[in-house]
């Protein structure tokens, strides 16, 4: 368990394979509460977050604080992680125990391709966090203004188009 999560976490696609065709449990948690998956997606081993999915890895799974290995991608503005996890069923509104999401975690980053990405697979642009915090928020904090006009215009489309 822990090499493929240290293998993971450090790009080791050989190690990674070996601990697969062992059948090295691929959901196992390590002392941290990381699993493989939530490792490769943190530090961006496209290849090998690919490799864990096609074998099982659970992208739902959360550490203790309920961070997911999409937060992990939207955090760091590595879409191609993010549509993986998503085409493998991520939860686009999951939350934190602290109430984050990945889109807000993307706005904050200032990610527009992967705010792009949650809004079109159906990441709740209203959703709060424990602050009453949204992704608008987020995005305004941290100087996002690219991010800040387009989810603006988001809002006011749906407002238009009948939404709330």
Do not use: Y
């Not at 809004?119 to 424990?130: P, T, Y």
């Amino acid at each position: 368990m822990m090499d493929l999560i240290w293998a993971a976490r450090n790009g080791d696609r050989s190690t990674v394979e070996a601990c697969i065709s062992q059948g090295v449990a691929i959901n196992a948690l390590n002392a941290e509460g990381f699993t493989a998956l939530m490792a490769a997606a943190e530090t961006g081993c496209d290849e090998i977050v690919q490799r864990l999915l096609e074998n099982g890895a659970d992208p739902n799974l959360t550490d203790e604080d309920g961070w997911t290995p999409l937060m992990s991608a939207a955090a760091s503005g590595n879409g191609a992680i993010a549509s993986m996890l998503l085409d493998h069923g991520a939860d686009v509104n999951a939350q934190t125990r602290f109430g984050l999401t990945a889109l807000m975690t993307a706005a904050a980053s200032g990610s527009m391709e992967i705010v792009q990405e949650l809004l079109n697979r159906g990441a709740d642009l209203d959703a709060r966090d424990d602050n009453s915090w949204t992704a608008l928020v987020w995005a305004a904090e941290e100087g996002q203004t690219e991010i800040v006009q387009f989810l603006k215009q988001v809002r006011a489309e749906g407002r238009a188009n009948g939404g709330c």
